[in-house]
């Protein structure tokens, strides 16, 4: 007579593939099984090769010589019983020996596809569960990484890129050599010139041999960033090729799969930052005589104007399956820790997928995840922020009009840090950063005012008759475009200050950003519908207010004649 619960344990034991019945297609506690009982297992011990149930788990949870022990949950242990002799973990898991950076005392294991970080189970447990993310155990996936089509390809990037990045510091060597031998040119042209002309000269003489000297001075600072910016990637590039072969060739399956991927996501970084040296705007200098400045010598103020040309040389990096991020719809920001109803009043995208925003009533700064919707992270300023930048691909700008300060914040390891502080000489408002130089407008008093990283005021532009309440500001290489609200104007300005133009078809313009072909987005305060001609959705760059706080809200494209 059958007894219900029990079933003979060699029977249950005999085979793993072959099952009489939907029953027996189940995973069962192999120790309550070896005494006769049948239960369904709820969790698998790496260290023990046991499917437990929940009674066991339990047990096994609380005993001292297995507290310690790594249990997966029903979700992603291994769904087929194993023989403890012919184990699969047993003989997959022999060099996962990596130990976690965040729980040291725990080994990687895990894979998540979504986030393509490497696990132990703790993160599994805590981060990364089944119910989110799609996530591999290494040794159910390792099996055919060796000489697989991922190591070619992988391996085959490592190098092309590591050739890419040494022929890109030879460009740039190549470039700055001539661009410092045409600066010796010019003072040459500088000194000839000078004996036309008598002793008044020698202070402006002084002046424009000075902007030849910085200029000099910030090509040999640029190349020697880029030596050891290049040095930094091609020695990682090189270890990381080397390693690789070596896990391949002595077929290791599981660290060679987790050394790819860290190489595919190095990769995804390196991809990041090679533009960045690339674009390296290195310039042919020539000295400009001023042919009038004999003849006004006593109402000149220049003796000369040092012109260029770009010498620049284009690197295209390669490319691993590069994700492309967009996003339209709604992204709730208000966490926790907030105390008020969040206002959003400055953002600039610092990835594809990672968005920073200021919260005015908050007094915060938080970073968006465009791929899980929701802040990965937040930190409190002294005071209510107003609008942010970008500076460095790792660094941010953020303005405090109360304090009358910028607050220049970090991020390192996905965390946001604060920075220093530059004081200013009013209540600043809206920022943009273009090559070192950072664009401030401020709302009292009424002015836009172009300052370097020091805070050190470069260009002053008076808003006298111009601005009364410039929120925000954009720029490029050509243009400065302010937003005014109270003037209900867009203006367009040139880098010495001038007003080439301006729109006022908007009701009260906010936040401002540009594209890369020159187009203009606003933000209209009271404009809640695109319109049909001009209306267009933005999910990147900057934002100005919402009437909707705690959403993104889209933009309204608009053109500056």
Sequence with gaps: MAVQGKKGSNQFLSSTTSLASDEDLQVYCQPCDEEGTRLPAHGFCTDCKEH??????????????????????????PKVLQQPSTSIYTSQSDDLTTPCCKHPQEIIKFYCNDHKNLLCSVCVTLEHPATICKVDYIPDTSGNIIDSKEYQVVLKALNTTFDQYQQMEEDVKEMTAKSNRSLKGALEDIKKFRKEINQRLDELERQVVHVVKVTEQENNSNITAVETANEEVTNTLKIS????????????????????????????????????????????????????????????KSLGILTHKPLHKECQPVQ????????????????????????????????????????????????????????????????????ITRVTSTELAVTLPNKQKIQFTSISSNKLKKRHTVKVDGECSGISCFQ?????????????????????????????????????????????????????TVTRLNWQGDVIGSYSRMSRPKGISLSDDGTVFGCDWYGEKLRRDTGALLPENRLGESKRNSKLCCWIKQRIN
């Design 241 to 300: 090729s080397e390693k690789i072969k070596q896990l391949n060739t002595s077929k290791q399956a599981n660290t060679l799969f987790m050394e790819l991927k860290r190489a595919e996501k190095m990769m995804e970084d390196v991809k990041k930052t090679a533009p960045q040296l690339s674009s390296y705007d290195v310039k042919e200098h020539h000295f400009k005589e001023n042919e009038t400045l004999l003849t006004k010598l006593k109402t000149e």
């Design 436 to 488: 070192g130089k950072l664009v401030v407008s401020f709302e009292n008093p009424a002015k836009v005012q172009i300052l370097d990283m020091n805070g050190t005021i470069l260009t002053a532009i008076d808003g006298k008759n111009i601005f009364k309440c410039p929120d925000y500001v954009t720029c490029n290489r050509s243009y400065i475009y302010v937003s005014d609200c109270d003037m209900k």
């Design 320 to 387: 691993i399956k590069s994700r492309q991020s967009s996003y339209e719809g709604k992204i709730c920001v208000q966490t926790s820790k907030d105390k008020n109803t969040c206002w959003i009043t400055g953002m600039t995208l610092l990835t594809p997928d990672l968005l920073i925003i200021t919260d005015y009533f908050d007094n915060a700064v938080k970073m968006v995840d465009t791929r899980i919707k929701s802040v990965s992270d937040q930190i409190q300023l002294d005071d209510r922020p107003w609008d």
């Design 52 to 77: 437990l149930c929940k009674t066991c788990l339990t047990v096994h949870k609380k005993l001292k010589s297995t507290k310690h022990h790594t249990v997966l949950d029903a979700t992603i242990m």
